[in-house]
């Protein structure tokens, strides 16, 4: 099976119960935003713009769990900023799968390494050599850090950690292979990094799945390679997404440059063609989502927007109406469901509601929509079932043979450049992390594409 039966059943259950109560809207998935302070300045990323001036705001643990509570989604996607620098994401974690909720811990890999020592110090006993061997074997962890988890005392055994078990999923955000992420992250080594934490995160039996925007200026047959690449290292599962731009300043930029809106933005049509692939990438990977979904991608249908099914909740409240575009926040989730006038929002039959709509084809708008059976065709339950069901994509055997550390490498500069075109570009964002404004990594991936060696 491509996703645990245990979890399928928790969220086919779910989705029966509310079809059963004929509940109109419902949540799938809980984005949970405990804060928004990050490591990184990833370009374009339209968190740490949009809630500049809240940066150092946090969502108490408790109304994290309430949230989650309150919107009863049956998975719960805890991202940021990065959520591992949140001080009780441990607990948060905890608390979550004490629900009996699906946790996806969605970070950019620098700080999970340092996570899973904590875990590794709680649970130590002379029977966890042969592991902690292995990982000073791959360099995964020094000589130093596995002395101070044998060292570990009483404080360290006590604390509270993130530790394995199939309800949980590190979800890593990956946005190409070496050259491309860290152009993307704006720093050398965190391509390194994430391979190094997904390595030792296997080794210790977590399940862990990539997370992966793709952009104007991100080629297919790189993406392609990236999944083959972590399929490769045993990752138990990918998303993938198009990133898109919706900024109201679109129109005004085409008028006054007399430039064609594909000169900027990733379109429609531009990103069925990047996804003209997705289902045999389906196929060959384990990739997570609706095989519906995936036709979507690739122009074959029409989906309608369900964006209430994937709510954010952050420092500001329950956000409207979706993961990229703020229009307002709100103090609870059925109260956005009653306010919000969803009928303004989403494409329908090929014609944008709103405006900033248009071209939006992502995962949190339209993802739910193949699971919840908008605008259902003959068959489609069947094809999700199949989907579901059916053996789980082998891991790629030849995913060695991919030239992953493509960059120049770490520590050589390649990113000098990166940095001049960074700094020459617009910093005005609205898009989401990890997802949404696309405008400065197209240009940025634009200016340095000739001297990319992919
Ligand atoms: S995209 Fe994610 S990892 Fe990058 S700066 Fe934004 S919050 Fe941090
Ligand atoms: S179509 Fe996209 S941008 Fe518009 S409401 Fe839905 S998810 Fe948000």
């Not at 919000?340 to 929509?369: F, I």
Request: charged share 30%; proline share 4%.
């Amino acid at each position: 099976m491509r996703f645990p039966l245990a979890l399928t059943a928790k969220i086919a259950g779910h989705i029966i119960k509310h079809k059963l109560r004929r509940t109109p809207k419902f949540a799938m998935v809980l984005q949970l935003e405990p804060l928004h302070t990050c490591n990184l300045t990833c370009t374009g990323c339209g968190r740490i713009r949009e809630y500049s001036t809240s940066l150092k705001d946090m969502v108490p643990l408790e109304k994290c769990l309430e949230a989650a509570q309150e919107c009863e989604a049956p998975m719960v996607s805890i991202c940021g900023g990065e959520p591992l620098i949140y001080p009780k994401i441990e607990e948060l974690v905890d608390g979550i799968l004490r629900q009996g909720r699906i946790v996806y811990v969605c970070t950019n890999g620098m700080f999970m390494r340092k996570k899973m020592r904590d875990y590794l110090a709680s649970i130590y006993s002379p029977a966890l050599e042969p592991k902690l061997q292995r990982l000073l074997d791959e360099k995964l962890i020094a000589d130093k850090e596995a002395e101070s988890i044998r060292k570990a005392g009483d404080d360290a055994r006590a604390r509270t950690v993130i530790r394995p078990t199939s309800w949980m999923y590190w979800n890593v955000h990956i946005d190409g292979l070496e050259y491309t992420h860290d152009l993307i992250v704006e720093r050398e080594g965190v391509f390194k990094e994430c391979v190094e934490a997904i390595k030792m995160a296997k080794i210790l039996g977590y399940q862990v799945a990539t997370n992966t925007t793709v952009y104007k200026g991100t080629e297919a047959q790189e993406i392609e390679e990236m999944f083959k690449y972590f399929s490769w290292l045993g990752v138990d599962g990918h998303t993938i997404s198009p990133g898109y731009d919706y900024d109201a300043a679109k129109k005004d930029m085409v008028k006054r440059l007399a430039k064609k809106p594909e000169d900027f933005f990733l379109t429609r049509r531009m990103t069925r063609e990047k996804f003209a692939r997705v289902q045999d990438w389906g196929r060959l990977f384990t990739i997570f989502g609706t095989p519906v979904y995936q036709e979507f991608l690739a122009g074959k249908r029409e989906l309608t927007c369900t964006a209430w099914a994937i709510p954010t909740y952050n420092v500001k409240g329950w956000k409207a109406p979706c993961y990229l575009m703020t229009d307002g926040h709100y103090a609870g989730y059925h109260e956005m469901l009653r306010e919000v006038k969803w009928e303004n929002y989403g494409v329908v039959d090929g014609k944008a509601r709103d405006s900033r709509c248009e071209n939006c084809m992502v995962h949190c708008g339209y993802d739910p929509s193949g699971a919840l059976g908008t605008n259902y065709q003959r068959g489609d339950n069947w094809k999700n079932i199949k989907y579901n069901f059916s053996a789980r994509p082998k891991p790629y055997a030849r995913g060695h043979e991919v030239k992953a550390f493509n960059g120049a490498s770490i520590g050589k500069g390649h990113l000098a450049e990166a940095k001049a075109a960074i700094n020459s570009t617009t910093t005005n964002s609205n898009g989401a992390c990890g997802s949404g404004d696309t405008r400065q990594r197209d240009d940025l991936l634009a200016k340095l594409a000739d001297k990319k060696e992919v």
